[in-house]
């Protein structure tokens, strides 16, 4: 299994970045996808989730109205659209698939930084 994100970077407060996560090793569209993020000093937390094949998403409190978890199951890929960014966005983000439960299922990826500053 590999998880590959791609698209942070260096971005004003109120600018956008659009992040991309390719999955390879499983069968993608069948589990639900999420984007969590890590800022320094602080543990992991889940972003955003999108379903297999409802598309049904959901979104953590901070993030809602300003993200948009997307994906395209011909890519294996998962989306995170970020608008408005904050400087509190600013952390490494990740993607991972679900199990049933709600459990991350995979190893970490490298993830992909997001650094929102002035």
């Known amino acids: 299994v590999q998880l590959v994100e791609s698209g942070g970077g260096l971005v004003l407060p109120g600018g956008s970045l659009r992040l991309s996560c390719a999955a390879s090793g499983f069968t993608f569209s069948s589990y639900a996808m999420s984007w969590y993020r890590q800022a320094p000093g602080k543990g992991r937390e889940l972003v955003a989730t999108i379903g297999s094949t409802t598309g049904s998403t959901n979104y953590a409190n901070s993030v809602k109205g300003r993200f948009t978890i997307s994906r395209d199951n011909a890519k294996n890929t998962v989306y995170l659209e970020m608008n408005s960014l904050k400087p509190e966005d600013t952390a490494v983000y990740y993607c991972?698939?679900?199990?049933?439960?709600?459990?991350?299922?995979?190893?970490w990826g490298q993830g992909t930084q997001v650094t929102v500053s002035s």
């Open positions: 991972n698939a679900l199990g049933g439960l709600g459990q991350r299922l995979y190893p």
